[in-house]
């Protein structure tokens, strides 16, 4: 089966994985935190992180400019998983609930809508018992380059 642009499904999960890994390996501020990337497939991206005692804040709940970062990361990696280097253009996020210190965090992202270099991202953030902690809508945009790690 092939996609739009002519590669079949099996050379998007690959261009997916290695433009992911490209990114990934060199993100010193989503590491620094802990994160780490499960899954990752053309357009979606999961990735976790457990809540530590230097990421809560005064009232003993995760900072929320922490979960919008974990939301962030995601984001980044479902927006590069197509080959091109993307950027983001902007972010909304809304909390629901707050998230504990111990808590796995997991993102869940997944591309809306594509058109052109301009992309729209829903990411979900749920604590580890199914619980919604924040929504998050990301929009991006290309740069019109090809990730360095398909160079070749």
Not at 110 to 130: H, P
């Amino acid at each position: 089966m092939r996609s739009e642009g002519g590669r079949d499904a099996a050379g998007e999960h690959e261009v997916a994985r290695r433009s992911a890994a490209h990114m990934w390996d060199a993100d010193a501020a989503s590491r620094s935190l802990g994160m780490r990337l499960l899954e990752v497939g053309p357009g979606h991206a999961t990735v976790a992180m457990v809540v530590r005692d230097d990421m809560v804040n005064g009232w003993q709940i995760c900072h929320g400019g922490l979960v919008a970062t974990l939301a962030d990361s995601c984001f980044a990696v479902a927006c590069n998983a197509r080959g091109q280097v993307t950027v983001a253009a902007g972010f909304d996020v809304t909390f629901l609930e707050s998230a504990r210190l111990g808590d796995e965090l997991v993102a869940e992202g997944r591309e809306v809508a594509l058109r052109g270099r301009s992309g729209l991202y829903d990411v979900t953030v749920r604590r580890g018992d199914g619980t919604v902690v924040a929504e998050f809508r990301g929009r991006s945009r290309s740069l019109g380059r090809a990730n360095p790690a398909l160079e070749g």
